[in-house]
Nanobody, 115 residues
Framework: QVQLVESGGGLVQAGGSLRLSCAAS????????MGWYRQAPGKQRELVAV???????NYADSVKGRFTISRDNAKNTVYLQMNSLKPEDTAVYYC?????????WGQGTQVTVSS
């Protein structure tokens, strides 16, 4: 079992920045990759960024150059630094951890970008 707790969401003006955190606990040794997804009202959940156990990263085209995913292994925490935020980034952001057999999700944190 893996537990994920997100934090760091909030309200920000367009052009501003936020940093999301996702703290993992439990069977963290089984995690192969962790990522951030988001879901805007009326839309499907979409991948934002992912980081593998080996440190490889991948980003959605819509956030490349603006968002950075990173991790602190000592704290078992993954971060999403979001810069140059746009109103279209408004969504609930979910942390995700994948093991060989299961995918775990956090409870989500709201990010709202005002124009």
């Amino acid at each position: 079992q893996v537990q994920l707790v997100e934090s760091g969401g909030g309200l920000v003006q367009a052009g501003g920045s936020l940093r999301l955190s996702c703290a993992a606990s439990g069977s963290i040794f089984s995690i192969n990759a962790m990522g951030w997804y988001r879901q805007a009202p009326g839309k499907q959940r979409e991948l934002v960024a992912v980081i593998t156990r080996g440190g490889s990263t991948n980003y959605a085209d819509s956030v490349k150059g603006r968002f950075t995913i990173s991790r602190d292994n000592a704290k078992n925490t993954v971060y999403l630094q979001m810069n140059s935020l746009k109103p279209e980034d408004t969504a609930v952001y979910y942390c995700n951890a994948g093991t060989r057999t299961y995918v775990y999700w956090g409870q989500g944190t709201q990010v709202t970008v005002s124009s």
